[in-house]
């Protein structure tokens, strides 16, 4: 197996060589202290899954701020220093840090609280964690680098496609892993094994409807930045978590659920907010009252929560706009978000959605105020309607060139 993972940690096309840069030097540094340093978690279910790992995660048996001090001493960037954890975060530039901790135990107080932890082995460190398949650990200093770490099997979990939690109270203690666990189950088309799935029960939906807002949003914005976030949904709602934490949360309307994933073409000119547009494909048909105490009990952000009501007022007026020109498409749509817009769109496919994203919205008047100033008009609330109504022009074809645009500026004033 070493060899394996040392061919995998090799792999530019899963580790990139800057991050493998970035290890020796990590794996050199606790080397030289004596300190045993592991990586742990998502990075090495990702590698033996030969899938390209993101970040990773540094836990260390010894105290990772002194490892994280001497690591900025000798490379550079800066530390941020959590004491009461025994944590640190080491900012190595600009696009890149590394979580550094020291090995630790975790109990909890009761169920749902956040853990109280103390410095421990990495064995313990490893055994306080979600499921086997995220308790591995790969050690790096010195002569060990490429040691795994497996005492709970998860390699074999991992080959048998399962998620298995660690112990019966796993769920209780910490109910965002009932997320966590059918992330996993959906992005790699795992089994979540029999036994756990019948610990996601009553008794963790209800220390689940106890948690923050923030929270349980917090686990919301990682499905929706999922590829299968659709099929994390209706599972949700299949093992019955989504009535923890709101008594009538919404089912996903399937049709809905090819257009989580699709990338918003350039030509719309709105930035990609995956996250953003999964709530809102969410929630598109729910009444607003059910919306406005969702978005309360989730703690959604003022964006999010301005977007996810535009776009239901929007759809419930859509019929009534059917006759309308473009000024008066415009004049609806100026003030609504872009990404509520671009949603109708892409499920009612309303072609004048479409050309106000792409083409009304930056329709602009030759005329501005500092012409109707030259023409000696005193400024005031006439300037907004001349140029609202030169613009309304424009849309709707009624001038089509500077010239047809200054005759109706004569003939309004
Ligand atoms: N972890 C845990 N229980 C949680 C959250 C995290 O045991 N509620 C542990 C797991 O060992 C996990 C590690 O902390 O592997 C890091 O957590 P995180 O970064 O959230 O997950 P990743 O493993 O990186 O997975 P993902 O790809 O989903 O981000």
Redesign the pocket.
Known sequence: MQKDLLRLMRNPSLLPSEKQDLLTHIANQSASMNMPCYI???FV??LLLEKPV?DF?IVVEGDAIKLGEALVKKHGGKLTAHHKFSTAIWFVHENEFVDLITARSEVYEHAGALPTVKPSTIDDDIR???FSI??MAVRIDGDHFGELLDPLNGQNDLKEKTVRVLHPHSFID?P??IF?AI??EQRYGFKIEPNALKMISQESFEILSKLSGERIRHEFD?IFAEVNSSKMIFRLGELGALGAFHHQLPELNEKYSELFNSKTPDEFGISNNQVMLGYLLWLLDSPMEMVRSISNRLDFSADLSDAVRAVLHLKNELPTFADFRPSTWTARLDKVPLISIYVLWLVTKEAALKEFLTKWRHVKTNITGDDLIARGIAPGPRYKEILTRLRAAWLDGEVKNQMEEKELLMLLL
């Open positions: 742990v978690g998502g279910r990702d993101k995660d306080r964690r979600d995220n308790a910490d965002t892993r966590r992330r996993y990682l």
